[in-house]
C-alpha cells in the first residue's frame, strides 16, 4: 500500500527556472516520481541563482537548487541533437505528466509539442509555463519576478504613496505560479487516470497570478463596481481609527481590532477611561490623533513577543512583526519540526522548510536531496535500454 | 487558433464538498474544487457574520462605504450597500463576491442542536469537508477528526488553522495582515532603504494565494489515496507554512549562512532591476519595471535608448560596476523612462530583448491586449450586483473542461437552501418552513446578528 498519495506518477520535468521547479518538486515531494532534464555542462538554472551555502557559487550549493528539486533525478541531456531527441521521446512514452518551461520558441524548435507527443503518448498530460503564454502579443517577452509582479500582481498598490510601487517577497509570484500549476495539474490529471485522455495546459505567469486568490482579484471587482482603483496606502488606520501595525519597545505588531473589540483592547492596554467614554469607538475619527499618542504611550512599556503572547490569550488578534531571525528560532516552529535537516553530499548539512500538507503517516517525504547535475543519467538510460557503450557514445558525442 | 478539443467530463464529477469556511483561502478552495466538477456546499449563519467574506458587519454603515474611494477589499457597486432596488448588501460585497462562483451558498445555525443534527447528515453525505477556522472552533462544536471519521469514514477531513494544530502558537488568532508579519514577509516587503523597524504596507498576501490552492490539491490527493485505502483522513494544512514555503530563501540563507536577507525592495541581488517613473499616459500614476541581468541585456538596454555617451562609462561597462553603482545608474535610466509611455518602454525595450513592463493599474489589466487576446476575464450576471467582469481562471486547458463560473455566478447568502434541505436532504415543505419561521435558515441575517472581529 502507497504511503504517498503521488506515489506511481511519472513527471518529466523539462522547466529551468522557479515556477515550473516549484510545481515539480511539489509532486516530488509528495510522491511522484520526477525525472529533471538538465542541460549538459551547465544543468538547470536554478543552480546558478544567489544565494549559495557558505557563499560559495557551486552549481550543487544554491538554496534554490537544493530547495527546488528535492526529491527528484537528474539526467544531462541535449535535446538539440536527434540522439537526445530519441532518448526523450523513449522517455514521453512512459509518462504521465510532462511539464515544461521553455520560451515558447524554443518549446517549439525543441519539438515539444503536443500534438506530436500525443501521438507516442495519448494519456500524456503535457504543461508549458512560460512568462506570458504560448499564445498572444507579449508570448516572446522576457520577465523577472517584478515584471510578472507588476503586471499580473497588486504592485500598483503595494507601497507607500508618493513612493514608487514595490515588490513582495522575493519571488514568491513565481513560487505561487508553481502552486497554483500544480493545483491545475493534478486537477486535469484526476480526469485523465479515469478516461485515459491526455491534456495540454498552457500556463502564463502574468494571466495565472491574475487568477490568483490574492487582494488584486477583489481589488479588480472593486474597480469594476466603481471605478477606483487601489491606492498605496500608509499603514496608518485599516479599520476606523486603529492603525495595522503599532510601534512598541523593540519593534512592531501587526493588529487586528474591529468594532467588536475596540473597548477591550483599550482595556487590556490600560484605558478602562476610553473604553467606557462613549466618545470613543473604532469610527470616532476625531480622536485619530489622539487615539495615535494613546497607542504609542501604552505600547512601549513591553517588547512585540510579551504583547503579542498577552493580546492572544485575551482574545485580540495581533501578532509581531518577525524578522527571518525571529522566524527561523521561533519556538513554534522548532515544536512542530517545520524546518528540517538535510545532508547534501557537496553543501553539506542543510535546512530548509517542509511541505504544508500534514496527514498521518506522513505524506511529505524527504527521500533524496537535490541531485547532483546528471546524477542519474546512467541510471535511466540503462533502464531504457542502452548498452554501457551506448551510454559511452553519448557522452563522447556532448548527448549527455 | 481553435485546436480541437477531446470530449472529457469534469474531472470532480460526483464528489461533494462541504464548506465551512472563512475568508479567502477556504471559500476560494471550495470554488476551484466546483470549477473542477464537484459540488460545493458552502455554510453560513444568519446569526453570525464570519470571516469578513460577505461584510465587515452584519449591518453595514452606509455612509461609511461611500466615502471609501481608494479602492481596496471591502466595497459595493457604486459604493453603496443596499442596491438600487433594495437588493441585499450582503450579497454586494466586493470581497466575497470575488470568490463564490460553483458555490452552493446555504444557511444553517449549527449552534442549536436540530441544526447540528442537520449538519451531521450533511457531513455523512460528503466527501470532502473543508474548514479554515481557528483550531478550537470545529471541536466546540463536537465537529472533531475522531467524531467526523466515526459518522462518515471515507470523509476526507481538511482543516486549515492559521498557524497548525500544534505547536505553542496553535491557537493564536489573525488574518492575512497579521500572519504575514508572524513569518517575516512584511519585513522582507520593505523598502531597502527604509530603516530596519519601518514596514511598508501590504495589499499582497501570499498565505491566501498558496492555501487556497494546495487545500483543493490536498482534497485531490486524499480522493487517490482514499481509493487505495477506502477510508478518509484529516488533512492539517497550516496557512503560515504556505508563507514559509514559496519564500525559502530567506530561512535558508539565515539557517545556512547565518545571514538576515536584506528587503530587496524592487532591486535585485545579481542583476540591475528597479521601478522607474514614466511620463504618464496612462494614469497619474505611471511605472515601468526593468530587469537588466547580463551583459547581453546591458547592450540590449543601450542599443534600444539609443546608445548614449554614459552607457559607455566604466562605471556601467560590467556586471560588478553596475550593481556597485546602481544608484547613479538609476538615475540615467529614471531620465530616459521619464521621456516615454510605460507600455512604449516595454515595446522599445523588449524589442531588443531586454526585460521590462508597466505596472499595471485596474484599468490598464482590463485593457491590457495579452489579457483581451487570452479572454482571461469571465463576464457574469449575479442578480443582486448586475454584471461585471470577473477575474478568470489559472491556465488554459485544451480538453478539461471547467465548469463556468457565469453560469453560476457568486452566490447569495442562504441561496441554495431549498437545494441543499429538500433536494440533498429530502425535507418536506412543511419541515423547510419551519426551519425559516425558527430561523434556523434564511437569507438575510437575522437582527441583532454579531460580527468575528
Redesign the interface.
Known amino acids: ?2 504511503k504517498q ?2 506515489e506511481g506518477i511519472k513527471v518529466l520535468d523539462l522547466t529551468n527556472h522557479i515556477a515550473g521547479s ?1 510545481c515539480t518538486k ?1 509532486f516530488a515531494d ?1 510522491g511522484a516520481s520526477v525525472l529533471k532534464i538538465e542541460k549538459p555542462g551547465r544543468g538547470c538554472l536554478t543552480r546558478s541563482m ?2 549559495y ?3 560559495d557559487p557551486d552549481p550543487d550549493k544554491s ?2 537548487h ?2 527546488l528539486n528535492t526529491n527528484k533525478k537528474s539526467l544531462t541531456l541535449n535535446l538539440k541533437s536527434e540522439s537526445g531527441q530519441k532518448v526523450l521521446l523513449d522517455l514521453v512514452k512512459e509518462t504521465d505528466i510532462l511539464v515544461e518551461s521553455f520560451a515558447p520558441k524554443v518549446r517549439a524548435a525543441l519539438g515539444l509539442d ?1 500534438d506530436t507527443l500525443e501521438q507516442i503518448n495519448p494519456r500524456l498530460v503535457m ?1 508549458s509555463i512560460s512568462n ?2 504560448q ?4 508570448r ?5 519576478d ?2 510578472e509582479f ?11 504613496p508618493g ?10 509570484s513565481l ?2 505560479t508553481g ?6 495539474i ?3 490529471f ?3 487516470r ?2 485515459g ?8 505567469i ?3 497570478e ?17 471605478g ?8 496608518k488606520p ?2 476606523g481609527i486603529m492603525p ?2 503599532l ?1 512598541c519597545k523593540d ?11 475596540f473597548d477591550k483592547f483599550l482595556k487590556l492596554i490600560g484605558r478602562e477611561d476610553l473604553a467606557n467614554d462613549p466618545a470613543w469607538n473604532l ?1 470616532a475619527f476625531d480622536k485619530a490623533e489622539e487615539a495615535m499618542k494613546v497607542y504609542e504611550d501604552a505600547m512601549m512599556k513591553k517588547g512585540k513577543l510579551e504583547w ?1 503572547k498577552y493580546f ?1 490569550d485575551n ?1 485580540i ?12 528560532k ?4 522548532e ?2 519540526g ?2 528540517v535537516k538535510q545532508d547534501h553530499p557537496v553543501a553539506g548539512e ?11 503517516p506522513d ?1 511529505w517525504q524527504m527521500k533524496a536531496p537535490a541531485p547532483r547535475l546528471g546524477e542519474h543519467t546512467k541510471e535511466v538510460l540503462t533502464s531504457l535500454g542502452y548498452g554501457k557503450e551506448d551510454i559511452v557514445t553519448l557522452k563522447t558525442q556532448g548527448v549527455i | ?1 481553435k485546436v480541437k478539443s ?1 470530449k ?5 464529477k460526483g464528489i461533494r464538498v462541504l464548506g465551512f469556511t472563512q475568508s ?2 477556504g471559500p ?1 478552495a471550495g470554488m ?1 474544487l466546483g470549477d ?1 466538477g464537484a459540488e460545493h456546499l458552502r455554510v453560513e449563519q444568519i446569526q453570525y457574520a464570519g470571516g469578513m467574506t460577505r461584510g ?2 452584519p449591518f453595514p ?1 452606509e455612509d ?1 462605504f461611500a466615502n ?6 471591502f ?5 453603496k450597500c443596499t442596491g438600487p432596488n433594495g437588493e441585499y448588501h450582503m450579497n454586494r460585497f ?2 466575497g ?3 463564490l462562483q460553483n458555490t452552493y451558498g446555504f444557511t444553517l445555525d449549527f449552534q442549536r442542536p436540530k441544526g447540528m443534527e442537520l449538519f451531521k447528515e450533511l457531513i455523512k453525505k460528503s466527501d470532502i469537508f473543508l474548514e479554515n477556522n481557528t483550531p478550537t472552533t470545529a471541536p466546540k462544536l463536537g465537529l472533531t477528526w475522531e467524531f467526523l471519521h466515526e459518522i462518515n469514514p471515507k470523509l476526507i477531513v481538511i482543516r486549515s488553522p492559521a ?2 494544530l ?10 492575512g ?13 520593505r ?1 531597502s532603504d527604509d530603516p530596519e ?1 519601518t ?8 498565505m ?7 487545500l ?3 482534497a ?6 482514499r481509493e ?2 477506502g477510508e478518509g ?6 496557512q503560515a ?2 508563507v ?14 547565518g ?3 536584506p528587503a ?3 532591486r ?4 540591475v ?1 528597479g ?3 514614466t511620463r504618464g499616459d496612462n ?1 497619474a ?1 505611471d ?1 515601468a ?1 526593468i ?1 537588466i ?1 547580463n551583459d547581453e541585456d546591458w547592450n540590449g538596454f543601450c542599443a534600444a535608448i539609443g546608445n548614449p555617451a554614459w552607457c559607455k562609462d566604466p562605471k556601467f561597462s560590467d556586471a560588478v560596476s553596475r550593481l556597485k553603482n546602481q544608484d547613479e545608474l538609476d538615475e540615467h535610466i529614471s531620465a530616459w523612462t521619464k521621456q516615454h509611455d510605460c507600455y512604449a518602454i ?1 515595446h522599445m525595450l ?1 524589442a531588443h ?11 490598464m ?2 485593457e ?4 483581451l ?2 479572454d ?1 476575464f469571465i463576464e457574469e450576471t449575479q442578480k443582486w ?1 448586475g454584471t ?13 473542461p471547467r465548469k463556468n463560473r457565469a453560469d453560476m455566478p457568486p452566490t447569495g447568502l442562504g441561496e441554495y437552501n431549498e437545494y441543499v434541505f429538500k433536494k440533498i436532504l429530502g425535507l418536506s415543505d412543511a419541515e423547510y418552513q419551519e426551519l425559516v419561521d425558527e430561523e434556523y435558515i434564511g437569507t438575510e441575517m437575522a437582527s441583532g446578528a ?4
Open positions: 500500500m502507497a498519495p503521488l516549484y511539489l509528495y544567489y544565494p551555502a557558505g557563499d538554496l534554490y537544493l530547495y503536443y504543461a506570458f503564454g499564445t498572444g502579443p507579449y516572446d517577452y522576457k520577465a523577472s517584478l515584471i507588476a503586471m499580473g500582481g497588486a504592485m500598483s498598490s503595494t507601497g507607500m513612493r514608487p510601487p514595490t515588490n513582495k517577497g522575493r519571488d514568491a513560487f505561487e502552486v497554483q500549476a500544480w493545483h491545475i493534478v486537477g486535469v484526476m480526469g485523465t479515469k478516461d485522455i491526455g491534456d495540454y495546459l498552457d500556463f502564463s502574468m494571466d495565472t491574475l487568477a490568483g486568490c490574492e487582494r488584486r482579484t477583489v481589488q479588480l471587482l472593486t474597480y469594476q463596481f466603481t477606483d482603483s487601489t491606492q498605496r496606502r500608509d499603514p485599516v479599520i495595522r501595525a510601534r519593534g512592531y505588531l501587526n493588529m487586528g481590532v474591529g468594532p467588536t473589540k469610527f503579542t492572544q482574545g488578534i495581533c501578532i509581531s512583526v518577525n524578522t527571518a531571525e525571529d522566524v527561523c521561533d519556538e513554534h516552529w515544536e512542530r517545520f524546518f542543510i535546512r530548509m522548510p517542509r511541505g504544508n500538507v500534514h496527514v498521518d505524506w | 487558433m477531446k472529457k467530463d469534469y474531472p470532480l479567502w483561502t476560494y476551484l473542477l465587515i458587519m454603515m461609511y471609501i474611494k481608494d479602492g481596496g477589499i466595497q459595493y457597486p457604486d459604493r466586493s470581497f463576491n470575488a470568490h498557524f497548525g500544534s505547536g505553542p502558537h496553535y491557537n493564536w488568532k489573525g488574518f495582515s497579521n500572519i504575514e508579519a508572524g513569518v517575516g514577509h512584511t519585513h522582507a516587503l523598502y523597524d514596514i511598508s504596507t501590504l495589499e499582497t498576501y501570499t491566501d494565494n498558496v492555501g487556497a490552492h494546495t483543493p490539491t490536498a485531490m490527493m486524499g480522493l487517490m489515496q487505495k485505502t483522513m484529516l488533512i492539517e494544512i497550516p507554512e504556505g514559509l514555503d514559496v519564500l525559502p530563501i530567506y530561512w535558508m540563507d539565515y539557517l545556512i549562512n545571514r538576515i536577507q530587496w525592495s524592487n535585485h541581488p545579481s542583476a532591476q521601478c522607474y517613473p494614469s500614476e511605472w519595471v530587469t541581468y516595454m523588449q530583448g531586454v526585460p521590462a513592463g508597466p505596472v499595471l493599474t485596474e484599468k489589466v482590463y491590457d491586449r495579452n489579457m487576446e487570452h482571461f450586483c461585471h467582469k470577473y477575474t478568470g481562471y489559472t491556465g488554459k486547458i485544451r480538453n478539461t454579531k460580527a468575528s472581529i
